[in-house]
C-alpha cells in the first residue's frame, strides 16, 4: 500500500528517533534574527547552524526534524516541471560531533530499503569529485563508506562542486556532500544517463551533507571545531516515489488543490500544459503563502514581504488569467492548505483569519492592478509582434511597474510566454533615478528610505482593514478618527516611547476621513496639523502616501500622543494649498498656451506642483524664442484674467476622451476619470485628480523664470504664480530703479542708457586692439597690461613654469606677442592665453624649447583648448593660435589647456 506523506514523515522521524536521535519541532521559515545570511530557511540545517558552528551547545549530539523550506531560486519554472517547488518540507537527521560520513551512508542506505522499501538495486549515488579553488580533491572517504555499505563502485558517481558541494551563501558551515538517486528505468532515459546529468531516468532523494568546514570568506575553508552530519530528504519527492506518481503534483498534498483549481476553473488537468503550468502553480504558491504568513510575513515592496507579495502575485496572475477564477480564490486554497497540513503546524489554524485577511486584500488590490495592467501589456506584446520587435521596451516595462504598480519580474515571465523579450538593462537604468532620488530624500530628513516608508504604509493599511475617505477636494478641515497608528523605526526612543508619543518621532496614522492631499499626479502632499478633539495631542503633517485609492499620514508629534480610536481634527495648512492649487491650474493653462502656440505636438513629459512653484516638462524640440515665450506668458495672464470657471468632472474615460481631454503620460486611469475643465473647455480639458482653484482668477498673476532643456527634445518651463510671481515682479522693480539711480535716468530710460554704455566699452575695446604688437594696451583705458604681474601667476609643474589664464582687451597677433613676452620672463614656460570678444574667443599658445623636448607642443595645447570652445587652430611646436565661438565656455578651454600641459609634462 502506498505511503501517505503524513506516514512518510512518521517513518523518517521515527526511524532516527529509534536511533538515539533527539527529534525537534520543525523552526519558522523566517530564520533567527541574528542569521542575515538569507531572508528564509532554505535548508533542514538553517535552524541548526549555531550548533554546527559551535556557537550553542545543541541538546544532543544526534538530533531528527522536519522543516519546513522556501527557495525562490527556480520559481520561474516552477508548473513546467514534475518536481521543482517554493515551498517544501525537507526531512533531516543530524551528527554534531558523533557519527560521519559511514554512518550516515549507513543509515540512510538502512532507511531507504528497509523504511521505505526501496530496491538496492536501483540506488545510485553520486560523491563530491574536488575542486581546484576549494583546494581539496574527491571525497575518498564517501566512496570507501559506500563500498563498504555494498554499493558497487560503478553506481557511484563522481560529480563536481556545482552538483555535490553544499553551502550557504558565505559565511557558513560547508562540506561535501553525497546524493542517493533512484533509477527509475531505463525506458525513462538512455543507457549511458548517470545520476547529476540533466535526465529524467534518475531521481534525487535525498542529500547528505559532510558539514566539516566554515566558508568565510568565500573559497576559504576552516574545519569546523567537530565534523557534523547534515542530510536532507523531500518529503515530497518521496511521496511521489513511494506513491508512483510522475509529479509531486499528483501525490496526496496536491492533489486536493489540484482538484479545488479544477472545481474553481471548470478544467481538466492534463488537457493542456497551460492549464497544468496554472494548476500547479496555484497548488505550490498557495502553500507557500499560507505558511509565509502563517509565520509573519506580510506583503510588502521590500525584503520577505516583497517575496511573498511575488509568488502572491503570481498566483493571482495565474487565477485570473490562465484560469479566469472568480475573485476570492486565495482564501478557498488557504482553506484546503490548512485541512491537509493544520494537523502538523498548528501555526495554520491559529493564524487562519490573519491569513485570510492578507490573502483577500492582496487578491483585491493586485487585482485590479492586474486588469489595467494586463490590459496594457497585451497591448504592448500584440504591437510588438505585429512590428516584428524581439520584446517590449525599458520605458513601456517602466511605465507598467511606476505608474501601474506592474511587477517587471511579471512582466518578463508573461513577454516571455509569447517568445518575446524585455529591456532589462534599460528597465534598471530607468529605476535608477526615482532609487537615488528617494535615498537623498530620506538621506537630507534622516528618515526611512523611500522603498521601506511606503511598505510599512501599506502593512498599517492592510492590518486597518479599511480605507480612509479624501475629503480634500470639497474642504481643508474634517474632524475624524485615528483608524490605526505605527511607530517607524527612528521613532522609538530609548525609554521605549509609545507608536504615538511626542518623545518617539515620526508615525504613521490612518486617519477615517482625510482633508489631506496625498503626493501624485506631479503634485506634492498637502502640510498641516492632526490634533485631538480635547486639545491634548499635536501632530504636524510630514508627507501623505498613496497607496492607490487609499491613503498613509507620515506625521511628526509636538504635543502628547496620537492613539488609535482617538477623535481629531484634521487641518491642511489653507496658504500652502491654495499656492499650490493656483500652481496646478496654472500649469493646465501653460500646457494649454504652448500647445496653441508651438504646436499640437506638445506634451506633457513631467511636472512639479507645489507651494513654491510650478515646474513643466513638455516636447517640443528647440528653445523658445523670446516672442514666443512671452506669447505663452500674455495668454496664461490672459485667461487668468478673464476670470474662466475652473470644474472637476466626473465621466467615463470614453466620453472624457471624445471631449478631446488631455490624458497625461505617466497616470493611471480607470473606467471613470475626473476632468477638470478650464472655462468652456476650448482650451484646457485634461484628466487630473489633483486640487485647482475655482476661478482662473484667483491664480492672480503668472510669470515665467525660465526655459531650459530638460532632455533631448524635452524642455523645462518653471514659472511663479500668485504671491509668488507678485514680489518676482517687486524684486525686479527694485533692480530697475536701483540702475536707474545708477545710470541717472529715468526707469523707463535704463535700456538706453545701457546699450550706450555697451557700445562705448566696444569702442574701448577696438582702440585696445588697435595697439598692435608694440605695446598692448590694457582694457577700457587702463594702460598696459602688466606683463610681470601675468608671469607672477605662473606656477610650476614638473620643474616647468605654466601659465594658463584669461586676459582683457588684446587679441589676434597683439596676444601671442604678449605670450611671447611673458615666457621671456619666466624662462622655460609654457604660456597660454586666451581673451574674448563680442562674438568669438582667440586661444594663443607659446612653449619653450626645452618643453617641447618634453613633450609638451603649442599646437596640440591650442587645439585641446580650442575643441572646447567649438573652434579649431594649429601652428608649430613653440607657438600656435586657435579660435572659437562659444565665449562663455573660454573658461573651460582654458582649463583643458592646463590639463593638456600637465598630461605631457607628467604633472
Not at 522536519?66 to 517554493?86: K, V
Not at 511587477?407 to 509569447?418: C, G, I, K, N, S
Not at 575695446?765 to 602688466?786: Q, V, W
Amino acid at each position: 500500500m502506498a505511503m501517505s506523506s503524513d506516514e512518510i514523515r512518521r517513518t523518517f522521524t521515527s526511524f532516527f528517533a529509534e536511533r538515539d536521535h533527539l527529534r525537534l519541532p520543525g523552526g519558522s521559515l523566517i530564520p533567527a534574527e541574528f542569521d542575515r545570511s538569507a531572508l528564509f530557511t532554505v535548508a533542514g540545517m538553517h535552524p541548526l547552524k549555531p550548533y554546527f558552528m559551535g556557537v550553542e551547545q545543541p541538546p544532543h549530539h544526534r538530533l531528527t526534524t522536519c522543516q519546513p523550506t522556501f527557495r525562490t531560486a527556480d520559481i520561474e519554472i516552477i508548473g513546467t516541471t514534475a518536481r521543482h517547488l517554493t515551498f517544501f518540507e525537507m526531512l533531516g537527521n543530524f551528527s554534531i560531533g558523533d557519527y560521519f560520513k559511514a554512518g550516515a551512508v549507513r543509515f540512510a542506505l538502512e532507511l531507504s530499503v528497509d523504511g521505505f522499501g526501496l530496491p538496492f538495486d536501483d540506488i545510485w549515488v553520486t560523491v563530491f569529485g574536488g575542486d581546484g579553488q576549494l583546494g581539496i580533491g574527491p571525497d575518498e572517504e564517501a566512496i570507501e563508506a559506500w563500498v563498504e555499505a555494498g554499493i558497487p563502485r560503478e553506481r557511484i558517481v563522481e560529480c563536481p562542486r556545482s552538483e555535490n558541494f553544499w553551502e550557504l551563501p558565505p559565511p557558513g558551515p560547508c562540506g561535501p556532500c553525497s546524493e542517493l538517486y533512484l533509477d527509475l528505468g531505463v525506458e525513462r532515459g538512455k543507457p549511458d544517463d548517470l545520476p547529476g546529468g540533466d535526465n529524467e531516468r534518475f531521481l534525487e532523494y535525498w542529500n547528505l551533507v559532510f558539514m566539516e568546514f566554515d566558508q568565510d570568506p568565500p573559497n576559504t575553508l576552516t574545519p569546523l571545531p567537530a565534523k557534523n552530519i547534515d542530510t536532507g530528504l523531500g518529503l515530497n519527492r518521496m511521496a511521489a516515489i513511494l506513491q508512483a506518481k510522475e509529479t509531486v503534483f499528483e501525490t496526496d498534498q496536491f492533489a486536493p488543490l489540484i482538484a479545488l483549481g479544477e472545481e474553481l476553473s471548470g478544467r481538466r488537468y492534463g488537457s493542456s500544459f497551460a492549464t497544468d503550468r496554472a494548476l500547479r502553480i496555484l497548488a505550490d504558491h498557495s502553500r507557500a503563502m499560507t505558511f509565509l504568513i502563517a509565520d509573519g510575513v506580510v506583503p510588502s515592496n521590500e525584503d520577505r514581504g516583497y517575496v511573498l507579495r511575488r509568488i502572491m502575485r503570481r498566483a493571482i496572475l495565474q487565477g485570473r488569467r490562465a484560469l479566469e477564477l472568480e475573485p476570492g480564490f486565495l482564501r478557498r486554497y488557504q482553506h484546503v492548505v490548512t485541512e491537509l497540513m493544520g494537523a502538523e503546524y498548528r501555526q495554520l489554524a491559529e493564524q487562519q483569519d490573519a491569513i485570510a485577511q492578507w490573502l483577500a486584500a492582496e487578491e483585491e488590490g493586485f487585482g485590479r492592478t492586474l486588469e489595467q495592467g494586463s490590459r496594457l501589456l497585451d497591448q504592448l506584446i500584440a504591437r510588438a509582434r505585429e512590428s516584428g520587435a524581439e520584446g517590449i521596451s525599458a520605458d513601456d516595462a517602466f511605465l507598467l511597474h511606476d505608474t501601474h504598480g506592474f511587477p517587471f519580474d511579471l512582466t518578463v515571465e508573461l513577454v516571455a510566454e509569447h517568445g518575446l523579450g524585455v529591456d532589462e538593462q534599460g528597465f534598471e537604468a530607468l529605476m535608477d533615478d526615482p532609487r537615488e532620488r528617494a535615498r537623498a530624500s530620506a538621506a537630507g530628513r534622516g528618515a526611512v528610505p523611500g522603498g521601506a516608508l511606503r511598505a510599512r504604509a501599506l502593512a498599517l493599511a492592510g492590518e486597518a482593514g479599511f480605507q480612509t475617505e479624501f475629503r480634500g477636494y470639497e474642504t481643508v478641515e474634517v474632524e475624524t478618527a485615528v483608524g490605526a497608528v505605527a511607530a517607524l523605526p527612528n521613532a522609538a526612543s530609548a525609554g521605549g516611547a509609545a507608536a504615538g508619543d511626542a518623545r518617539g518621532g515620526r508615525i504613521l496614522v490612518k486617519l477615517l476621513e482625510s482633508p489631506f492631499y496625498a503626493t501624485g499626479g506631479g503634485q506634492i502632499h498637502d502640510s498641516g496639523f492632526v490634533e485631538c478633539a480635547d486639545g491634548d495631542c499635536r501632530a504636524r503633517v510630514e508627507d501623505v502616501l498613496r497607496l492607490g485609492e487609499d491613503q498613509v499620514v507620515a506625521v511628526v508629534p509636538e504635543v502628547g500622543e496620537l492613539r488609535p480610536g482617538e477623535r481629531v481634527r484634521a487641518v491642511v495648512d489653507r496658504f500652502a494649498r491654495h499656492a499650490t492649487e493656483c500652481n496646478h491650474t496654472a500649469t493646465h493653462l501653460l500646457h494649454a498656451a504652448l500647445r496653441a502656440r508651438l504646436g499640437r505636438h506638445v506634451r506633457q513629459a513631467g511636472s512639479y506642483v507645489g507651494p513654491d512653484k510650478l515646474r513643466f516638462d513638455f516636447t517640443h524640440g528647440a528653445s523658445l524664442s523670446a516672442q514666443e515665450l512671452a506669447d505663452v506668458e500674455d495668454a496664461v495672464n490672459r485667461w487668468i484674467v478673464e476670470a474662466h470657471p475652473v470644474r472637476a468632472l466626473t465621466t467615463s474615460l470614453d466620453e472624457a476622451r471624445a471631449l478631446g481631454a488631455m490624458a497625461l503620460f505617466g497616470e493611471k486611469y480607470g473606467e471613470v476619470v475626473r476632468m477638470v475643465e478650464v472655462g468652456d473647455g476650448s482650451f484646457s480639458r485634461e484628466l487630473c485628480g489633483g486640487t485647482h482653484v475655482r476661478s482662473t482668477a484667483e491664480i492672480g498673476l503668472f510669470r515665467v523664470t525660465s526655459e531650459t532643456s530638460s532632455a533631448a527634445n524635452v524642455r523645462r518651463s518653471e514659472a511663479l504664480t500668485g504671491p509668488g510671481a507678485v514680489e518676482l515682479v517687486r524684486e525686479h522693480d527694485r533692480a530697475l530703479q536701483a540702475a536707474s539711480a545708477t545710470l541717472r535716468v529715468t526707469p523707463a530710460g535704463v535700456p538706453g542708457a545701457v546699450a550706450e554704455l555697451r557700445e562705448r566699452v566696444r569702442e574701448l575695446e577696438r582702440g585696445a586692439r588697435r595697439g598692435g604688437a608694440g605695446g598692448p594696451a590694457g582694457a577700457a583705458g587702463d594702460g598696459a597690461i602688466d606683463v610681470d604681474a601675468l608671469a607672477g601667476a605662473a606656477t610650476e609643474v614638473a620643474g616647468a613654469r605654466v601659465l594658463a589664464t584669461v586676459v582683457d582687451g588684446v587679441a589676434g597677433q597683439a596676444l601671442l606677442d604678449l605670450a611671447d613676452r611673458v615666457r621671456a620672463k619666466l624662462g622655460d614656460a609654457a604660456i597660454v592665453l586666451g581673451a574674448a570678444g563680442d562674438d568669438k574667443v582667440d586661444l594663443v599658445a607659446s612653449v619653450a624649447p626645452a618643453l617641447v623636448e618634453r613633450g609638451v607642443r603649442a599646437d596640440e595645447v591650442v587645439r585641446a583648448a580650442a575643441a572646447v570652445v567649438g573652434g579649431g587652430g594649429g601652428g608649430r611646436d613653440t607657438a600656435a593660435r586657435a579660435g572659437g565661438r562659444d565665449v562663455q565656455r573660454l573658461p573651460d578651454a582654458i582649463v583643458a589647456a592646463r590639463g593638456a600641459i600637465e598630461a605631457a609634462l607628467g604633472g
